[in-house]
């Protein structure tokens, strides 16, 4: 399977600022996703990065929180807006093709303090 | 409201021994039923994996056991090993394809003492 690289690897941030993460993958993919890990929580899903138009988001997240770009098959960012203690999470990034199962990312560990 | 259940959360297993780790779904619709291994510091790494069709699947010493009629499944290691300390998650979705969006349980931590 394909190798994703996400930057950072975690961050401290102040509440109110954002943080936008970036997501490599070494070979084109089809499809690529952001989750959200919270501590003691399953991961969740945040939206579907599609290339060349508006990500899909799942229940409860909107895009003025959550803005994500795509501009490439191999490429894909996440940008949490307005931070607050509540956003520390990991935020993983996910790929593969149409017809393979999904791989992640390393993740992004975020504090906002 | 939480579609798969996994338990126990946490669990403490001796060298050698048999780790179970038992997960439940609510959503007939599911099709793929996918266990994940995370190491602190790193992404979920697929494990192994099963479709309902079959009751059980062996990968090495990891083994899925499938109940389509309870909606359970479960991951047995076998010989648990040092090496396998970490967070498991099962998850389900309704394909196996990428673009499926997966459903996970909370996670159970295993620690396997030497």
């Known amino acids: 399977s394909a190798v994703i690289s996400q930057k950072p690897s975690r961050d401290i941030c102040q509440r109110g600022t954002s943080l936008t993460i970036q997501c490599q993958v070494d070979s084109q993919v089809t499809m690529m996703f952001w989750y959200r890990q919270q501590p003691g929580q399953s991961l969740t899903l945040i939206a579907t990065a599609n290339q060349g138009s508006e990500a899909t988001y799942e229940s409860g997240f909107v895009i003025d929180k959550f803005p994500i770009s795509r501009p490439n098959l191999t490429f894909s960012t996440l940008t949490v807006s307005n931070m607050s203690p509540e956003d520390s999470s990991i935020y993983l990034c996910?790929?593969?093709?149409?017809?393979?199962?999904?791989?992640f990312g390393q993740g992004t560990r975020l504090t906002v303090v | 409201q939480q579609q798969v259940k996994q338990s126990p959360q946490s669990l403490i297993v001796q060298k050698g021994g048999i780790s179970i780790i038992n997960c439940a779904y609510e959503?007939?619709?599911?099709?793929?039923f996918p266990w994940y291994q995370q190491f602190p510091g790193k992404g979920p790494a697929l494990l192994i994996a099963i479709r309902p069709d079959v009751s059980e699947k062996k990968e090495g010493r990891f083994t899925i056991s499938f109940n389509k009629s309870a909606k359970q499944f479960s991951l047995h290691i076998m010989d648990s090993q040092p090496g396998d300390s970490a967070t498991y998650f099962c998850a389900a979705s309704k394909s196996f394809q990428a673009g499926t969006a997966l459903i996970f349980g909370k996670g159970t931590t295993l620690s396997v003492s030497s």
């Open positions: 996910s790929g593969g093709q149409t017809n393979t199962e999904a791989f």
């Open positions: 959503n007939t619709a599911f099709d793929y």
